[in-house]
């Protein structure tokens, strides 16, 4: 399997392209069919964490496609969405204009690690699927950067995944095993093909990504390190979570019966639906959601 993208290396913005946005980020489906007026579970959970208040001021950075600027500023909040790709900023705007005006609501095209705005200006800041994406000395400027802008007090959500710890331990010691065991059974039973394939059931060392998560992941974190860096850049954390957002189809309509199958499948490999709950959720959960705030 191919390796990960150089951990120390930044990336160009002209890598997030309106394909990326629209067919690989998590919650294309939903953006499609509303234009950010309807969350995918991932960005409702983290709007939830982030309870925007009528008139607090909302910083979104690296907000993507606009949604949780957009659901922010229906919700009575100002609202700042920052990116610097610009695909990203077409599509947010996009969403805006569409969404009839009279929204508190703007972007900007901004590095998050040196951010054009005042000290203190704002209540609320969201990292959602940053972290992973930029190298740990971008990543801890970026964090004292939006130290900077919030007010003391002011909170920080983060969304991260994958889970390092899923990945470095729990994949590769326990479920491409677990897959090795049921391919080893299917094989001489003869059942291997559709279902009990390495499509389904990978086995190499590394966890399976698609080809933008290779290009683009360059410093998974686990809740430890995260929570480390978050420390030395003067926030508390306040709350930890691992909360798996729910898959929906895992295969197309005119397979959904495999759904069943897949189902058992996860009560072996992941110990649903132990590993729901902690301290299994740790190890398990491929999603860390963290809420700070500044010292």
């Known amino acids: 399997m191919k390796q990960s993208a150089d951990p120390g290396a930044s990336i160009d913005p002209g890598a997030y392209t309106d394909e990326y946005f629209r067919t690989a980020v998590e919650g294309h489906r939903e953006f499609a069919a509303s234009g950010g007026r309807r969350l995918s579970p991932r960005l409702a959970r983290a709007l939830e964490l982030a309870h925007p208040r009528p008139g607090e001021r909302v910083l979104d950075i690296a907000c993507g496609r606009g949604e949780v600027v957009l659901q922010s500023a229906l919700r009575s909040a100002y609202a700042l969405g920052i990116d610097y790709a610009e695909a990203a900023m077409t599509l947010a705007r996009r ?64 969304h991260t995944s994958p889970n390092r710890m899923f ?25 291997r093909g559709r279902l009990f394939n390495e499509w389904v059931l990978p086995t190499d060392p590394l966890p399976p990504h698609d080809e933008y998560e290779r290009q683009l992941h360059v410093n998974p974190q686990s809740a430890g390190s995260l929570r480390a860096a978050l420390r030395r850049c003067g926030f508390r954390v306040r709350r930890v979570d691992f909360w798996e957002p729910p898959r929906g189809r895992f295969f197309p309509a005119e397979l959904r019966w495999h759904n069943v199958w897949v189902g058992v499948l996860d009560v072996v490999r992941f110990l649903r639906p132990f590993s729901l709950f902690p301290p299994l959720n740790r190890l398990f959960s491929n999603h860390i959601w963290i809420v700070a705030e500044r010292r």
């Open 95 to 158: 969403s805006l204009d569409e969404s009839g005006g009279g929204l508190r609501a703007a972007l900007a095209r901004m590095d998050a690690g040196c951010l054009a705005l005042r000290p203190g200006s704002f209540d609320v800041a969201l990292m959602l699927d940053f972290v992973e994406h930029v190298p740990q000395p971008e990543l801890e400027r970026s964090l004292q950067e939006v130290r900077r802008v919030l007010r003391p007090g002011g909170r920080l959500v983060i």
């Open 167 to 191: 990945e470095d331990v729990v994949y590769r010691h326990y479920v491409r095993n677990v897959h090795r065991l049921i391919l080893g059974v299917a094989r001489p039973l003869r059942v």
